[in-house]
């Protein structure tokens, strides 16, 4: 497939294009995340709470795949754009095996840790046991996660990005098939609980993993698989880690934000744990549309920063960034106009619902600023500049969030902590706007 469209298109037909794919695809990522905990919490409040304490975790393996990944799709959307094919084919070469790697490393530190990592936030036995059988599952498929994501990275570099929502759909909708069979025991399939959520979602994972191995054999892509070309390169992995580190780290962020936030709002009631989870399930559904935005503009910001195309590169970062603020103007609506709707499908304990709806509405005063950075820490990974978006998130999550969050809460309780996350959203908006502008005026 000719690449060349990426720096010859128009630009808004071009973003739309490339974005729409990945927008579809990560709405339908958030929806099975939001349907399978909605089944989860069918189960008990204490499977809920067990959920909510074990994603933090999920989303750092989540994390490392997606960020290395970043760094994959940046280093082959570079070396296309600048026509060094074999330069792209051991950029997927190198990427492939070593997501391999990761995933058997995470899968061996994320089994045997996470009993030590729960029992830091609870005492309760039923939620313990809860968390390790769920988590024991779903890492057991960390290896097909990381592979699976490189694939997916892979294949947006090259453009392909109907075959990442493709791959993706066909995960999910398995996912959410098999969750209230797995779950509930329906047909041949015996009652399984927690248990079943977390098979669900790994054979969801597997079938994507699938159906990216079918399309390299039926259509392969230009940028290949070539074991002859895995040799010692330590330019080449100094490429991958540069940009994939910060990636990683920026994507792992949410995680440490998430296990701190658990233990302040910990000291209040285990309700707000459980309302922080649940408030983290439905945000997908927002981030992860405007994360589907981000994806479809990296390629083609790679391409046209390694074609020489820099007025461009510019002109897909403004175009981004104002579709990505009407996907968060879309959020903050919802966000307003129906939270006990939203917060109702996961408790139908009252207290805990007012709890719920107090949250959304205050965090999401937030949503619209944050497409500044949002938007400037994926283009700058897209320019294959990764510590300059890890300093963007770094700043929102750490620098500003945790100690809001820790002091605020001091002064108003529980909701001080919700109140945290817009005043962060603001005051990063900014420093994300000098960020990005100062390290694009290098290009």
């Known amino acids: 497939m000719d690449q060349t469209f990426m720096k010859e298109k128009k630009i808004l037909p071009l973003v739309l294009s490339m974005a729409l794919p990945m927008i579809i695809s990560m709405a339908v990522n958030s929806l099975y995340n939001i349907i399978d905990?909605?089944?989860?919490?069918?189960?008990?409040?204490?499977?809920?709470?067990?959920?909510?304490?074990v994603y933090p975790i999920q989303n750092l393996v989540n994390s490392i795949a997606v960020g290395f990944g970043v760094g994959i799709n940046a280093v082959v959307a570079f070396h296309l754009g600048a026509g060094e094919m074999q330069n792209a084919d051991r950029a997927t070469t190198y990427g492939l095996f070593l997501s391999f790697i990761h995933g058997l490393i995470l899968t061996v530190f994320s089994i045997f840790g996470m009993p030590y990592f729960v029992k830091m936030f609870t005492t309760d036995t039923d939620v313990i046991n809860l968390a390790v059988m769920y988590s024991t599952i779903v890492f057991s498929f960390s290896t097909i996660v990381n592979v699976g994501i490189a694939f997916e990275k892979i294949f947006q570099a090259v453009g392909r990005m109907n075959v990442s929502m493709i791959s993706?759909?066909?995960g999910c909708v398995t996912n959410i098939i098999l969750d209230p069979i797995m779950i509930f025991g329906l047909g041949p399939f015996p009652a399984m609980g927690i248990q079943g959520a977390a098979l669900a979602t790994g054979i969801g994972q597997t079938v994507t993993l699938i159906i990216y191995?079918?399309?390299c054999f039926a259509s392969p892509i230009q940028a290949k698989f070539r074991i002859s070309l895995l040799k010692p390169g330590k330019r080449l992995l100094k490429k991958l880690y540069s940009i994939g580190v910060p990636a990683m780290l920026n994507m792992a962020l949410p995680s440490l934000l998430i296990t701190a936030l658990n233990g302040i709002l910990s000291e209040f009631s285990g309700s707000y744990v459980l309302?922080?989870?649940?408030?983290?399930?439905?945000?997908t559904?927002?981030?992860?549309?405007?994360?589907?935005?981000?994806?479809?503009?990296?390629?083609?910001?790679?391409?046209?920063y390694g074609a020489g195309e820099h007025k461009r590169v510019k002109q897909i970062y403004n175009t981004a960034l104002l579709l990505s603020a009407i996907i968060m103007a879309l959020g903050t609506a919802l966000s307003w106009i129906m939270p006990s709707?939203?917060?109702?499908?996961f408790t139908a304990n009252p207290a805990t619902l007012k709890l719920g709806v107090t949250a959304l509405n205050k965090i999401s005063i937030g949503f619209i600023v944050s497409a500044v950075s949002v938007t400037s820490s994926g283009a700058l990974e897209g320019l294959g500049k990764g510590l300059p978006s890890l300093w963007i998130s770094l700043f929102r999550y750490i620098i500003i969030i945790i100690p809001a969050a820790f002091v605020f809460s001091r002064f108003f309780g529980a909701v001080g902590v919700w109140i945290s996350f817009p005043f962060a959203e603001f005051v990063t908006a900014v420093f994300a706007y000098f960020i990005y502008h100062k390290a694009s005026r290098r290009i």
């Open 275 to 283: 309302v922080l989870g649940v408030y983290y399930k439905l945000q």
């Open 37 to 53: 905990s909605f089944f989860v919490a069918k189960v008990s409040e204490n499977a809920m709470t067990a959920l909510s304490l």
């Open 341 to 345: 709707t939203l917060f109702g499908m």
């Open 285 to 304: 559904f927002i981030y992860l549309t405007a994360n589907g935005l981000i994806q479809g503009i990296r390629p083609i910001i790679g391409y046209n």
């Open 213 to 215: 191995f079918i399309f």
């Open 168 to 170: 993706m759909i066909c």
